[in-house]
């Protein structure tokens, strides 16, 4: 110790979790700051900026000596977490020195509070509390506190709630997204880590720390369980080690006990939060080896108290008596009351104290732990199948190839390349393949992430009337197949000259020969679209191919690139760091068609933000398109066509488009949750000057983009002859929630340029469509289509036969301009690249 630590009621002048009061993050930062030129026994890092240049701390706390040696003790977990090489009476040494690592972050998701308001009271009592058990934690835990996930939409959050305090709409909630770009899918990104935040996230557990256990706190609805608390419930997933899922329920019973002990009522555990999850980060961590979990509390009005009445209270989710009676997994029930954020603060700090005291206890078992599940996953890798991946080099977008090499390393993944031409299976792969073998620690990891997935139909994935339930949120996330490069798994050992890479090989770019007629680069690429703006940002004359073009032994497909008017070295200067090589062009091509650089729109609405346009927004920034945010009043003010060519729909419900029904569709879709009360000026909707004003923009020859569910708005509006035949079949007849689909492209249509022929689509809860017969059929051409059979790659899929030969994107000529449909999630959380060029060729003139 140093001196007197103070504490947080004394700092912040109000106890954490008070009726009205949220601390908000840079008087947080300051507090934890605080502590450390207080304490010896914690370490504050400053990780780096937000996406808005916040600070992002990660916290470490235990005892001075613990401190002192921190590098030495994470060099010990380290090994513990990949015992390749060691002999039994190493590992006995590591974990007789070693201590228990133990990482938790709070309130990833802005809105739910209680634990960043947490994490400063649970700080001070693991420096101040002198009792054994604390002593306990601090001798045998390092423990890594992430107070804050979100720090930006926490002081947006806190922004807002004091903003509306004191009026009727004092506690609702932020009507924009949470995040910049991301709102509540920031937990949806644990495996592309395409956030800042995630990639700090991810080094913490994934390669500088591997903790042996990570629980992330979250909030809930207000009308069920008051605390959801480990294990998760069926259906499970198939690839992590056994001992996680034991470990989750020893974990959890500890904290249910140490709950009771305390008074806290209305816990329930084993139920509604599925062991089949996103890849979200406490979810992933499973496939790590580290024990992911997830605490949910139910929500207040953000700091203010919500009153619920005891015949208000009901069962939710999965596991769980709809009639809100005892069970064994819920047998203290919550009858009813005043539900406050000091409730949701106090039960938060009693769970995390609890996997830390459990940890503390029983450290030496908490590293053996460690270890026999890293050696089970490397024996299981030598044993079965596949034993290695093949990444070939030779891919339709190389440059991709190198991103999801990228995304494997952030990982921890170890990923091998052949020094030499090898031979498996009688299939020759060349020097410089990608060879990634599953005798490593992170085995069900690598299975996850690159291999073929069935989502289960089964007793747990059923109701009793046979209907499907709903996954946690995809039925997949097969990395691979997303990105739409291709591996091949292989059962047999793999031999030959390998060697380990910290980071993707890439070809030099260069310049492949001059001409007076211009170069090409190649349209395969995503990252050509970035340099093709960069191109005409800096005024070239661009033209996409109308043909195949064959240079220097290479073929370039039909709407590749042509640059004329600009020397070599001036095009490599703007694009060099993109990786893309120039090839000379020998021959004139009369046919080929200019690229205009289109002006966007994009729409962005309130009611809580879209998503899917905030990933949207982020993509196009990614790759260099310009755009201009669309609110409601841009489109009810008329006269588009003056400021925009093409205007984007991102996937959205055709009521909060329109504004028209927002509050039945509410009441028909969510019945169970409240209808959210927001200002009038945050009510937002187009409204129906704004639909007039579509159906001029597009006769007059403007470009209208729909995205999934945003199709049925196209649809309707301009009146097209096109039809979803899945928008009322039961779910027993059709159903497919995130999966990939195969599909077959027209790459002769400019909006399939660069594509392959066959492909692969995420489809979740999406529209299928039927051109409808008409006089006019010519104006409608299918862009991507349903193959005959064995449609579904990974996850689930009822009713194959509703998709044969249909149409997943569909142009349509409407006056002067078009519709484009694009029924599927073409851009879907910055992780599908492998379709990102069917949006980008809407993109361009």
């Known amino acids: 110790m140093i001196g ?195 990639k700090y996230v991810a080094s913490i557990l994934f390669r500088d720390w591997i903790p042996q256990a990570y629980v992330d706190h979250h909030h809930m609805g207000s009308y069920g369980a008051r605390f959801y608390i480990p294990p998760y419930c069926e259906p499970l997933h198939p690839h992590a080690d056994p001992l996680v899922w034991r470990e989750h329920s020893w974990y959890g019973a500890h904290m249910a006990y140490k709950l009771e002990e305390e008074g806290k009522i209305g816990v329930l555990n084993g139920a509604q939060f599925l062991a089949w999850g996103h890849l979200g980060f406490h979810w992933i961590t499973n496939y790590h080896n580290i024990a992911g979990m997830l605490t949910e509390s139910a929500s207040a009005k953000l700091a203010t108290p919500l009153f619920i009445h005891y015949s208000q209270l ?131 990891l690598i299975k996850t992430l690159l291999l073929r997935t069935r989502y289960p139909d089964n007793i747990w994935t059923r109701d009793k009337d046979g209907n499907p339930l709903k996954p946690q949120d995809t039925a997949t996330d097969t990395l691979a197949e997303f990105m739409g490069i291709k591996v091949v798994p292989l059962n047999e050992k793999v031999k030959g000259d390998f060697e380990k890479i910290s980071k993707p090989l890439t070809d030099d770019p260069k310049v492949e020969g001059e001409s007076t007629l211009g170069y090409l680069i190649d349209c395969r ?166 639909v007039e004003a579509v159906k001029k923009f597009v006769n007059d020859g403007g470009i209208l983009v729909a995205f999934n569910d945003a199709c049925d708005f196209a649809i309707e509006t301009l009146n097209l002859n096109v039809e979803n035949i899945v928008s009322k079949t039961s779910p027993k007849m059709f159903f497919c929630p995130g999966s990939t689909l195969r599909a077959n492209v027209d790459t002769d249509n400019p909006l399939g340029y660069g594509m392959p022929r066959e492909t692969l689509i995420f489809f979740w809860d999406s529209p299928v469509f039927r051109i409808l017969p008409s006089q006019h059929n010519e104006k409608y051409l299918s862009i991507v289509t349903y193959p005959e059979s064995e449609i579904l790659r990974s996850g689930w899929l009822i009713g194959e036969e509703r998709l044969k030969r249909k149409s997943a994107m569909i142009a349509a000529h409407i006056g002067k301009g078009k519709a484009i449909l694009i029924g599927f999630r073409v851009q879907h959380r910055a992780q599908t690249h492998g379709t990102f060029k069917l949006f980008f060729n809407c993109l361009f003139g």
């Open 314 to 444: 009901k069962g939710e989710g999965r596991g769980v008596q709809p009639e809100y009676e005892p069970q064994t997994n819920y047998p203290h029930l919550w009858l009813g009351g005043w539900w406050r954020l000091r409730d949701i603060v106090e039960q938060q700090k009693v769970a995390a104290w609890a996997v830390l005291d459990a940890a503390a206890r029983n450290r030496e078992t908490v590293l053996r732990c460690a270890y026999l599940k890293a050696k089970r996953r490397i024996e299981s890798g030598d044993k079965e199948h596949p034993k290695a991946i093949i990444v070939p080099r030779d891919q339709h977008d190389p440059l991709t190839l190198a991103k999801l090499i990228e995304k494997l390393l952030s990982q921890g993944i170890e990923v091998m390349v052949a020094k030499e031409d090898f031979t498996a299976e009688d299939l020759r792969f060349p020097r410089g393949s990608y060879v990634i073998f599953l005798s490593q620690p992170k085995q069900g």
């Open 525 to 690: 690429l995503n990252d050509s679209y970035t340099a093709v703006n960069r191109l005409l940002a800096s005024g070239a004359i661009i033209y996409r191919s109308s043909r195949v073009i064959e240079v220097n032994d290479r073929c370039f497909p039909k709407g590749s690139f042509i640059i004329e008017g600009m020397a070599s070295a001036e095009i490599m200067n703007l694009i060099e760091n993109l990786k893309i090589s120039l090839d000379p062009i020998s021959e004139r091509d009369d046919e080929k068609e200019p690229v205009k650089r289109l002006r966007i729109g994009i729409y962005q609405r309130y009611w809580g933000g879209n998503i899917d346009e905030g990933w949207t927004r982020w993509i196009l920034e990614q790759f260099e398109f310009p755009y201009t945010t669309l609110k409601d009043d841009d489109f009810k003010k008329g006269v588009l066509n003056d400021r925009f060519d093409v205007i984007i729909f991102p996937d959205d419900k055709t009521p909060f488009i329109t504004g028209e029904g927002i509050e039945e569709w509410w009441k028909e879709n969510r019945p169970d949750t409240p209808f959210p009360v927001y200002p009038p000026e945050y009510r937002s909707g187009i409204g129906k000057e704004g």
């Open 4 to 198: 007197p630590v103070t504490p947080p009621e004394r700092f912040f002048n109000f106890q954490l979790g008070s009726d009205r009061k949220i601390a908000d993050w840079g008087r947080i930062v300051e507090y934890f700051k605080l502590l450390e030129t207080q304490s010896s026994m914690i370490k504050v890092v400053d990780m780096g900026p937000s996406t808005e240049g916040k600070p992002f701390l990660l916290v470490i706390i235990s005892s001075e000596s613990n401190l002192r040696d921190l590098e030495r003790l994470r060099e010990i977990n380290l090994r513990i977490s990949d015992p390749r090489g060691l002999l039994e009476e190493e590992v006995h040494e590591l974990i007789r020195e070693g201590k228990a690592v133990i990482c938790q972050s709070m309130s990833l998701h802005a809105t739910e509070i209680g634990g960043t308001q947490m994490a400063p009271e649970l700080a001070y009592d693991l420096l101040t509390r002198e009792d054994e058990e604390a002593r306990r934690i601090r001798e045998n835990i390092i423990f890594l506190m992430i107070p804050c996930f979100n720090p930006d939409g926490q002081v947006m959050v806190t922004e807002w709630y004091n903003k509306w305090l004191g009026t009727e709409y004092e506690g609702c909630s932020l009507p924009w997204l949470y995040h910049k770009y991301v709102g509540h899918d920031n937990n949806r990104d644990a495996f592309m880590t395409n956030m800042i935040e995630s």
